[in-house]
């Protein structure tokens, strides 16, 4: 379907399915959303991206060999505009410190283990954030199983045994609303004074805002679910794309005979 949605692309399984839209509509729509999705990617260029499940493992690949890192640190449920912002600075920053720009996050969210009535559906699946951080141009991840374990550690244990001790962090980049450690009692300002105490740059991406709303996963979430991919996109900065198993119904769709 050529003349489908811009906005609209379903996934299942790798089946993809674009909804109808008007001539007209898909036009002017199709125009701003290449607007929004060049101002959101740049001119950034993909690289392999290594991915490791612990902070050990990142050190073995790279601080036994005297590289440090980069760190954005966060959960990027969609890499949406805000995200892509944090991503894009960390990119630029290591580049500029000769260093290897690294993100930090988990799988699965730490909502999910600690109050998981509570937590939301996600948007995107964990290869889907491995995907857009590679085309941000990260050269490493380090997806972290959010256990009880983690949990635990205090915000001065989490800087210091993974950010430190582990990733040889020379600046970290973050939101302006993070929050780490046990009953997420760090926050940015503690952030910055145990930067300082280690010797490590903390850097607050202020929020990206788009028509007087501040982007955030919530926000997208909430578009979905009202119906409006198109806004969603905006937001994401690129087509909102729904993974999901394919399950076998009763078949009445194929049923070609009419009863009567």
């Not at 995907?131 to 550690?153: H, K, S």
């Not at 991919?229 to 194929?254: D, K, M, N, W, Y």
Request: glycine share 8%; net charge neutral.
């Amino acid at each position: 379907m050529k003349m489908g949605f811009p906005h609209v692309q379903l996934a299942y399984d790798g089946l993809e399915f674009e909804v109808q839209a008007d001539e007209a509509a898909r036009v002017s729509r199709e125009h701003e959303s290449s607007q929004v999705s060049r101002a959101a990617t740049g001119n950034t260029r993909s690289t392999r991206l290594s991915v490791f499940s612990s902070s050990q493992g990142w050190a073995s690949r790279y601080a036994n060999f005297g590289h440090s890192s980069v760190l954005a640190i966060g959960n990027f449920d969609g890499i949406h505009l805000g995200h892509q912002a944090i991503l894009r600075a960390t990119v630029e920053r290591a580049h500029a410190l000769h260093a290897v720009p690294t993100a930090l996050t988990f799988d699965p969210s730490p909502r999910k283990v600690l109050r998981p009535e509570t937590a939301p559906p996600m948007l995107s699946t964990n290869a889907q954030r491995m995907d857009w951080f590679n085309a941000l141009g990260l050269e490493a991840v380090v997806v972290l199983p959010f256990t009880l374990d983690l949990a635990r550690l205090s915000p001065e244990e989490f800087v210091e045994q993974i950010l430190v001790r582990d990733l040889h962090v020379r600046a970290v980049l973050v939101g302006e609303n993070f929050r780490f450690g046990h009953k997420q009692a760090g926050d940015v300002r503690l952030l910055s004074e145990l930067g300082s105490k280690h010797g490590f740059d903390v850097v607050i991406i202020p929020p990206v805002v788009y028509r007087g709303e501040v982007v955030s996963s919530t926000i997208i979430r909430r578009e979905v679910a009202e119906g409006d991919v198109s806004q969603a996109a905006r937001l994401l900065g690129r087509p909102f794309a729904l993974t999901g198993e394919v399950v076998i119904g009763t078949e009445r769709g194929g049923n070609s005979h009419s009863q009567r």
